[in-house]
């Protein structure tokens, strides 16, 4: 079926308990000058700061409760609120830089003037102060007044008219200078400083009770009843009238107040039964639960600062439209046929057509007639109208067909299953296929078939068309040009990231190409000569997501890319993220599914339905991000705006967003001086601090959005805590003496026991001169003896056989011997390391009890002892045999072991030449020849003399 593009979805942000909303019935709704939006209802006064509503009560001066019927802002833009016997005001408007927590209201005072009904306790600001209806009269809240509060007087008097008796006023509104309200009796009356003007039955005027007003942007005052709308012509009062449609008696009884509002294009918008309605140049469109729409009553309408549009509703909460005026959506709702919305085409002068898995349907987009035929049922991903009138559209899996919507003649051609088709110049079309490329060349008749592409017959899943009419083709692992005469030329490049499977391709210019796909996320390609010159990644940071499905170039030469997260657009300076918070049906965007209108508008196709953004331009003009600081604690009670107490209650802070489109993806960065060493990031606009420190500290937020890039100014707010009683400087003098008389008597003590002192130091340096000395002496010890076999350590042994060799040239021999205990493991692993280490302990006893003078023994290593000996060569040969059987001639008793130790000796006699490696390098051969011999033997090195 086809879809009417008048009939549209509208997504709404509910806000609620969970954002500080206590009560879901709405009586108004306002906006400030510095964008805060106010909000009354059955609990009082709510101010949303773009992430939460604070209810405003007793700390605010205000009552605990109780229903607020209206608000109005004065012209210093002070809040002026209305309860049923009692008016309230501020005494100063809401800032920027004050939490609104600080605001502070008065009673006016006290004039028992009680509504007659919700709908007359609209409050209008006139005059510098506020207009309104009390008591079936016209009243004035003067807040120009020389008295400490505000006063409330007659209203018709401030304009020099006696005031009218018995009016039964139902409704006001201010023009100017002038004020408009209309009669129970049907009259609608003009006060001004000249006259009373009344418009009525004479004037073709029903007498009806007409329940609200409004003064049109052209000047002109519009009148609503409970059925009937009247447009007065102010000036010579001519009147037309109109029943309205879609209303019902019932839903009159459920509304808190009749709404007139107008939209920011200049539409008028009011209640209908089942919703809003608004008057276009067509005639009423009623908006109702089928469009999105709540199913409670709408009580109140606000166009804020940034064109949004939000409502109150009457058991709903407070409701955002996201992206009215600049979106419009459909879905199965509204006609679009069942499933995944593919390609999108634009017939020529006429609908739009949708490819999806329910079919291809003609979507009305404007004054257009929908043609005879205007649905075709079978599944299909991808569709374009030609010139003569017909459709083009793939037939599930197994071809396309070509249909004329005026005649309903079709034809059908067999072709692989068909990933895309392209609009090419001089009426050809473009088959992308799971079997290559295919071309139809003339159209006109359909007289010939789509013939294959030479060398284009693989897979390929996306192509696009050169503004010269060439064609560049992307399957998995090729980008290939095919130009105009009909040559070839492929790619040579190779992608980042292996795993990156292309999928999507446009061309922007001849030399730039954009490829996108899953895996890898989106690359521009700037060609030279038919080659790769740059090749640009594009990831989750620019475009929100690394999945790409959806590539197009508009006639800005703006890039929009659509991805699993939404839609990115890219305008050669920065990138814009748009998601459903902005407006979009759906985030997951469906293959080939982007189309840049001939109106410079895009239409979006999704898994969910097709979005339609009116303005694209819009995205790049939007406001800079104003954050707020809504409200500052210490422990329980409001931070006062000026310094406190010393205290160790902690700290908290809110902050909002007052100008963003959504509150869901704004992220704050924030930093209190003296106490953050580094930024802080959050995404739910509080912060706090265990303590707040002495002294004045400056907290700064920064509110940034990820999908638009964009960064705020900085807002801050100056905390100032005094320092502790006990820290201040009477307290600090007071310390200061109480130390010095202190110190003064210790003085005296302290004398007495340094002399003492003195004489026990003498005593403890003394005792600690014999403790050094035996420690050195002890060190000495230590680092020249073995700690197991009390025989020289090998630094020690070292040290004393360089010496001799030094003196090797005097006439003094010098003879060593390297020992080493035969089969050592033998023993350790027989009878335990523990049993080794006494082997050891005795070896060293049996040896230092043999040494004479100019002999020294020392452990070289493990079970090796390197001996060394002063004296002639044949004397010291003999010499080591008799130490040989010193030592080993015995048994060694090891507990209630026996055990029969050997050795082996290698021998050798210093040379004059001779360093320690050359000296110990021969005695370590002789020891080994000693060892390959049998062991337990004495082997001299060869030409050693000995």
Same mark, same amino acid.
């Given at each position: 079926?086809?879809?009417?593009?008048?009939?549209?979805?509208?997504?709404?942000?509910?806000?609620?308990?969970?954002?500080?909303?206590?009560?879901?019935?709405?009586?108004?709704?306002?906006?400030?000058?510095?964008?805060?939006?106010?909000?009354?209802?059955?609990?009082?006064?709510?101010?949303?700061?773009?992430?939460?509503?604070?209810?405003?009560?007793?700390?605010?001066?205000?009552?605990?409760?109780?229903?607020?019927?209206?608000?109005?802002?004065?012209?210093?833009?002070?809040?002026?609120?209305?309860?049923?016997?009692?008016?309230?005001?501020?005494?100063?408007?809401?800032?920027?830089?004050?939490?609104?927590?600080?605001?502070?209201?008065?009673?006016?005072?006290?004039?028992?003037?009680?509504?007659?009904?919700?709908?007359?306790?609209?409050?209008?600001?006139?005059?510098?102060?506020?207009?309104?209806?009390?008591?079936?009269?016209?009243?004035?809240?003067?807040?120009?007044?020389?008295?400490?509060?505000?006063?409330?007087?007659?209203?018709?008097?401030?304009?020099?008219?006696?005031?009218?008796?018995?009016?039964?006023?139902?409704?006001?509104?201010?023009?100017?200078?002038?004020?408009?309200?209309?009669?129970?009796?049907?009259?609608?009356?003009?006060?001004?400083?000249?006259?009373?003007?009344?418009?009525?039955?004479?004037?073709?005027?029903?007498?009806?009770?007409?329940?609200?007003?409004?003064?049109?942007?052209?000047?002109?005052?519009?009148?609503?009843?409970?059925?009937?709308?009247?447009?007065?012509?102010?000036?010579?009062?001519?009147?037309?009238?109109?029943?309205?449609?879609?209303?019902?008696?019932?839903?009159?009884?459920?509304?808190?107040?009749?709404?007139?509002?107008?939209?920011?294009?200049?539409?008028?918008?009011?209640?209908?039964?089942?919703?809003?309605?608004?008057?276009?140049?067509?005639?009423?469109?009623?908006?109702?639960?089928?469009?999105?729409?709540?199913?409670?009553?709408?009580?109140?309408?606000?166009?804020?600062?940034?064109?949004?549009?939000?409502?109150?509703?009457?058991?709903?909460?407070?409701?955002?439209?996201?992206?009215?005026?600049?979106?419009?959506?459909?879905?199965?709702?509204?006609?679009?046929?069942?499933?995944? *919305?593919? $390609? +999108?085409?634009?017939?020529?002068?006429?609908? #739009? &057509?949708?490819?999806?898995? !329910? =079919? /291809?349907?003609? @979507?009305?987009?404007?004054?257009?007639?929908?043609?005879?035929?205007?649905?075709?049922?079978?599944?299909?991903?991808?569709?374009?109208?030609?010139?003569?009138?017909?459709?083009?559209?793939?037939?599930?899996?197994?071809?396309?067909?070509?249909?004329?919507?005026?005649?309903?003649?079709?034809?059908?051609?067999?072709?692989?299953? *068909?990933? $895309? +088709?392209?609009?090419?110049?001089?009426?050809? #079309? &473009?088959?992308?296929?799971? !079997? =290559? /490329?295919?071309? @139809?060349?003339?159209?006109?008749?359909?007289?010939?078939?789509?013939?294959?592409?030479?060398?284009?017959?693989?897979?390929?899943?996306?192509?696009?068309?050169?503004?010269?009419?060439?064609?560049?083709?992307?399957?998995?692992?090729?980008?290939?040009?095919?130009?105009?005469?009909?040559?070839?030329?492929?790619?040579?490049?190779?992608?980042? $990231?292996?795993?990156?499977?292309?999928?999507?391709?446009?061309?922007?210019?001849?030399?730039?190409?954009?490829?996108?796909?899953?895996?890898?996320?989106?690359?521009?390609?700037?060609?030279?000569?038919?080659?790769?010159?740059?090749?640009?990644?594009?990831?989750?940071?620019?475009?929100?997501?690394?999945?790409?499905?959806?590539?197009?170039?508009?006639?800005?030469?703006?890039?929009?890319?659509?991805?699993?997260?939404?839609?990115?657009?890219?305008?050669?300076?920065?990138?814009?993220?748009?998601?459903?918070?902005?407006?979009?049906?759906?985030?997951?965007?469906?293959?080939?599914?982007?189309?840049?209108?001939?109106?410079?508008?895009?239409?979006?196709?999704?898994?969910?339905?097709?979005?339609?953004?009116?303005?694209?331009?819009?995205?790049?003009?939007?406001?800079?991000?104003?954050?707020?600081?809504?409200?500052?604690?210490?422990?329980?009670?409001?931070?006062?705006?000026?310094?406190?107490?010393?205290?160790?209650?902690?700290?908290?802070?809110?902050?909002?967003?007052?100008?963003?489109?959504?509150?869901?993806?704004?992220?704050?960065?924030?930093?209190?001086?003296?106490?953050?060493?580094?930024?802080?990031?959050?995404?739910?606009?509080?912060?706090?601090?265990?303590?707040?420190?002495?002294?004045?500290?400056?907290?700064?937020?920064?509110?940034?959005?990820?999908?638009?890039?964009?960064?705020?100014?900085?807002?801050?707010?100056?905390?100032?805590?005094?320092?502790?009683?006990?820290?201040?400087?009477?307290?600090?003098?007071?310390?200061?003496?109480?130390?010095?008389?202190?110190?003064?008597?210790?003085?005296?003590?302290?004398?007495?026991?340094?002399?003492?002192?003195?004489?026990?130091?003498?005593?403890?340096?003394?005792?600690?001169?014999?403790?050094?000395?035996?420690?050195?002496?002890?060190?000495?010890?230590?680092?020249?003896?073995?700690?197991?076999?009390?025989?020289?350590?090998?630094?020690?042994?070292?040290?004393?056989?360089?010496?001799?060799?030094?003196?090797?040239?005097?006439?003094?021999?010098?003879?060593?011997?390297?020992?080493?205990?035969?089969?050592?493991?033998?023993?350790?692993?027989?009878?335990?390391?523990?049993?080794?280490?006494?082997?050891?302990?005795?070896?060293?006893?049996?040896?230092?009890?043999?040494?004479?003078?100019?002999?020294?023994?020392?452990?070289?290593?493990?079970?090796?002892?390197?001996?060394?000996?002063?004296?002639?060569?044949?004397?010291?040969?003999?010499?080591?045999?008799?130490?040989?059987?010193?030592?080993?001639?015995?048994?060694?008793?090891?507990?209630?072991?026996?055990?029969?130790?050997?050795?082996?000796?290698?021998?050798?006699?210093?040379?004059?030449?001779?360093?320690?490696?050359?000296?110990?390098?021969?005695?370590?051969?002789?020891?080994?020849?000693?060892?390959?011999?049998?062991?337990?033997?004495?082997?001299?090195?060869?030409?050693?003399?000995?």
């Amino acid at each position: 079926m086809a879809s009417n593009a008048y009939a549209q979805q509208i997504a709404f942000r509910y806000y609620t308990q969970g954002d500080g909303l206590s009560n879901a019935v709405v009586t108004c709704l306002k906006q400030d000058k510095t964008g805060y939006i106010l909000s009354c209802g059955e609990h009082g006064l709510y101010i949303y700061d773009g992430r939460r509503f604070l209810n405003l009560g007793p700390v605010q001066g205000l009552p605990e409760g109780g229903v607020v019927y209206d608000l109005a802002s004065s012209q210093d833009q002070r809040i002026i609120l209305r309860y049923l016997h009692q008016i309230y005001v501020s005494r100063k408007p809401l800032s920027l830089t004050d939490p609104p927590e600080g605001l502070r209201f008065d009673a006016v005072v006290p004039v028992y003037i009680e509504l007659d009904n919700q709908q007359s306790g609209q409050l209008v600001p006139w005059h510098g102060g506020a207009a309104f209806i009390g008591n079936g009269r016209l009243w004035y809240l003067d807040l120009h007044s020389t008295s400490v509060r505000a006063k409330i007087v007659p209203l018709a008097p401030i304009l020099g008219q006696p005031e009218p008796t018995a009016l039964n006023t139902s409704a006001l509104v201010a023009d100017g200078q002038d004020i408009w309200f209309s009669r129970v009796d049907g009259r609608i009356c003009r006060l001004s400083q000249r006259l009373t003007r009344c418009v009525g039955v004479k004037d073709d005027l029903p007498s009806v009770k007409w329940l609200s007003l409004i003064v049109a942007p052209n000047g002109h005052l519009i009148a609503r009843s409970d059925l009937i709308l009247a447009d007065v012509e102010i000036g010579n009062n001519h009147v037309v009238t109109s029943a309205l449609p879609f209303q019902s008696k019932a839903a009159l009884v459920s509304w808190r107040r009749m709404v007139l509002n107008f939209t920011p294009s200049g539409e008028l918008l009011t209640q209908s039964k089942d919703g809003l309605m608004i008057l276009q140049t067509s005639g009423w469109k009623d908006l109702s639960n089928a469009n999105g729409f709540p199913d409670t009553p709408i009580s109140a309408v606000l166009f804020d600062q940034q064109k949004r549009l939000w409502l109150g509703s009457v058991g709903s909460g407070v409701l955002s439209a996201k992206g009215y005026g600049t979106w419009q959506s459909w879905d199965q709702r509204d006609g679009l046929t069942k499933g995944l *919305v593919w $390609q +999108i085409a634009r017939h020529r002068n006429g609908p #739009l &057509w949708v490819a999806s898995d !329910g =079919g /291809v349907s003609a @979507l009305m987009t404007g004054g257009q007639q929908l043609p005879p035929y205007n649905h075709f049922p079978d599944p299909s991903y991808a569709v374009v109208t030609d010139r003569f009138g017909r459709v083009w559209h793939s037939l599930g899996a197994t071809g396309v067909t070509a249909t004329d919507v005026l005649t309903g003649v079709s034809k059908y051609f067999h072709l692989p299953p *068909v990933n $895309q +088709i392209v609009q090419g110049t001089d009426d050809r #079309l &473009w088959f992308i296929t799971e !079997g =290559g /490329v295919f071309v @139809l060349t003339n159209t006109t008749a359909l007289l010939s078939k789509p013939m294959p592409i030479a060398g284009l017959a693989n897979r390929v899943v996306g192509a696009a068309m050169g503004a010269d009419g060439s064609l560049w083709t992307l399957d998995p692992k090729h980008v290939v040009h095919r130009h105009n005469d009909g040559s070839l030329s492929t790619l040579e490049f190779h992608w980042p $990231q292996t795993d990156f499977d292309p999928t999507v391709i446009a061309v922007q210019a001849p030399n730039v190409l954009w490829i996108g796909g899953a895996g890898g996320g989106l690359y521009r390609l700037t060609l030279s000569d038919e080659r790769v010159a740059t090749l640009t990644q594009f990831g989750s940071a620019d475009i929100q997501s690394n999945s790409v499905v959806s590539l197009s170039i508009d006639k800005r030469g703006w890039v929009w890319v659509g991805t699993d997260r939404g839609v990115s657009v890219f305008n050669g300076m920065r990138w814009i993220s748009i998601t459903t918070d902005d407006g979009l049906i759906s985030d997951d965007m469906d293959q080939n599914s982007i189309l840049a209108d001939d109106d410079g508008s895009i239409w979006l196709g999704t898994s969910h339905g097709l979005s339609h953004l009116l303005e694209p331009a819009r995205l790049f003009r939007q406001d800079k991000l104003q954050p707020v600081i809504t409200s500052v604690d210490i422990g329980e009670s409001a931070y006062p705006g000026r310094a406190i107490p010393f205290s160790r209650q902690p700290l908290t802070l809110k902050f909002g967003i007052l100008n963003a489109p959504s509150d869901t993806v704004i992220r704050f960065r924030y930093r209190l001086d003296g106490v953050d060493q580094a930024w802080a990031e959050t995404s739910v606009g509080f912060a706090r601090y265990p303590s707040l420190p002495p002294g004045h500290h400056r907290f700064t937020v920064i509110a940034y959005d990820p999908l638009k890039h964009q960064v705020s100014i900085p807002v801050s707010v100056v905390l100032r805590m005094r320092v502790p009683t006990w820290e201040r400087w009477p307290f600090l003098v007071f310390y200061a003496t109480v130390f010095i008389a202190s110190l003064f008597g210790l003085l005296r003590v302290r004398i007495a026991l340094l002399l003492k002192q003195q004489r026990q130091l003498q005593h403890e340096v003394e005792r600690q001169t014999r403790q050094i000395r035996d420690a050195q002496a002890a060190l000495f010890l230590q680092a020249t003896q073995d700690g197991l076999t009390k025989l020289l350590t090998r630094a020690e042994i070292q040290r004393r056989i360089d010496d001799l060799i030094d003196v090797v040239d005097s006439n003094l021999d010098l003879t060593i011997g390297l020992l080493d205990i035969d089969h050592f493991k033998r023993i350790n692993d027989a009878h335990g390391h523990l049993a080794g280490d006494e082997v050891l302990r005795e070896l060293g006893r049996r040896l230092t009890a043999e040494m004479r003078s100019g002999e020294y023994a020392g452990r070289y290593g493990g079970e090796e002892i390197l001996l060394a000996l002063s004296s002639s060569s044949d004397n010291a040969l003999e010499r080591i045999h008799e130490l040989e059987l010193a030592a080993f001639r015995h048994v060694y008793t090891i507990g209630t072991y026996m055990i029969d130790v050997t050795c082996s000796i290698g021998v050798t006699q210093a040379r004059e030449e001779d360093d320690w490696m050359s000296l110990i390098g021969r005695a370590d051969r002789a020891l080994y020849d000693a060892k390959r011999a049998g062991r337990n033997r004495i082997v001299v090195s060869t030409n050693t003399g000995c």
